[in-house]
């Protein structure tokens, strides 16, 4: 375990903060609430915060999505996982016959490969000028994760 160091933010907030991370919004708000009731004292605590490592979201390895169609072509992605964690994501397979689609992709690709890894997962919004390969781009990549899933 490691101590965070003095930040000015408070127990509180790093708590409500990992609660939505971990358990989403819904819980989030309860435990929010509750951690922020002044009759919890945890604002005044003298001891240092010490945060527990979160078990690893997905297995270590390499993930072959599927086969997803885009209209003007194929997408299939590779998805690269590290500590558990994505690491990266490998485009196998996208339309790039057409100049104008190899145009597209070579924008909207490396968008959607930092926002997922930002995310650490497929809950993110398609590019715009790209709505058809983002959509194929995300569900090879839902695959992918689900198959390095625990």
Not at 133 to 145: N, Q
């Amino acid at each position: 375990m490691k101590k965070i160091a003095h930040t000015g933010i408070s127990a509180a907030t790093v708590a409500a903060i990992s609660c939505t991370f971990l358990m989403g919004t819904a819980q989030a708000a309860f435990w929010s609430q509750w951690l922020n009731d002044p009759s919890h004292n945890l604002r005044k605590a003298s001891t240092p915060l010490v945060l527990t490592p979160v078990s690893a979201a997905y297995h270590n390895g390499s993930f072959l999505g599927p086969v997803e169609g885009a209209y003007y072509g194929q997408v299939q992605v590779k998805a690269n996982i590290q500590g558990g964690r994505l690491i990266s994501v490998n485009v196998v397979q996208f339309p790039h016959d057409r100049p104008n689609s190899r145009r597209i992709n070579h924008r909207a690709l490396p968008l959607l490969q930092r926002e997922v890894i930002k995310a650490q997962s497929t809950r993110v919004d398609v590019v715009s000028g790209a709505t058809l390969t983002s959509r194929a781009y995300l569900r090879s990549l839902t695959g992918a994760l689900g198959q390095a899933s625990h």
